[in-house]
């Protein structure tokens, strides 16, 4: 089963809100039962982004960890989903 984590300032606005786009798009895509689902804050997480398949942010991230890091603001305004998207598919087909 691949992981997926979803990161944000506080672990709890932006955060919820792109995870659950990010849970529609799973089951639109016959993914949801391949894929478990984190949700933490940018602090908590900068040490351990190696221990999950896909991490997906709404805010900034150190640079040490930003090439591992999928911008998650295009789900937050709409702008770019799909790119978004196509990115945590490429990952969890790794």
Known sequence: MKKLMVMCGSG???STVV???????LAN????SEVKLYQSKVAE???H????DVVV???LVPE??????INGVPLLTGVGTDVVFGKIKA???K
């Open 29 to 32: 895509e016959g993914l949801e």
């Open 49 to 52: 982004v190696d221990d999950y």
């Open 64 to 69: 040490s960890i930003k090439s591992k890091v």
């Open 57 to 59: 942010s709404t805010t």
């Open 19 to 25: 995870m659950g786009k990010i849970k529609n798009w």
């Open 45 to 47: 997480e900068v040490n």
């Open 91 to 93: 990952e969890l087909t």
């Open 12 to 14: 709890v606005a932006t």
